[in-house]
């Protein structure tokens, strides 16, 4: 298999920040201006949390959330590629993760049915460390 592989699922994870990002701007733009409120009223984020509905607040709570396993996921995806030790079982997990993260961001951004959300987060979380763990008894020699 060839070690570049790895990157497919590692820039659509990539993109799907880009794509969470221009989504909550979207969203928040939209509700700034229907909503008349000045860029002043904007300058304590407490206040603006306040007054923003789950449908404003979401997608940036999302986009939060990836960066914090995804960066796992960059780093172990850089690490297999680095040490040449990509391979079918790390890209398909990889994208397990991409598609668990998407369906993830997909749910909290718009319904945002928590307990689906939940399971999509572990899913996706599982996976990740089942690809370290993978790699780390290999690094150890286990």
């Known amino acids: 298999m060839k070690q570049e592989a790895i990157f497919s699922p590692f820039f659509a994870t990539i993109f ?4 969470v990002w ?12 229907s909503h008349k409120i000045s860029p002043q009223d904007l300058a304590k984020p407490s206040e603006f949390a306040e007054i923003s509905p789950p ?7 999302n986009l939060k959330n990836l960066f914090e396993m995804p960066v796992v996921f960059y780093a172990i995806a850089l690490y297999l590629f680095v040490t040449q030790q990509v391979d079918a079982v790390y890209v398909n997990a990889s994208w397990l993760f991409v598609i ?7 749910v909290h ?3 945002n049915l928590v307990i689906l959300r939940f399971y999509l987060y572990l899913f996706s ?3 990740v460390w089942f690809v370290v763990i993978r790699a780390a008894l290999t690094h150890f020699g286990m």
């Open 109 to 111: 951004c718009t319904f």
């Open 125 to 127: 979380t599982l996976t």
């Open 55 to 61: 449908s404003i607040s979401n997608p940036s709570d």
């Open 16 to 19: 799907l920040t880009l794509v």
């Open 22 to 33: 221009v989504y909550m701007y979207v969203r928040r733009i939209s509700f700034i201006t």
């Open 100 to 106: 668990f993260r998407i369906l993830h961001s997909a």
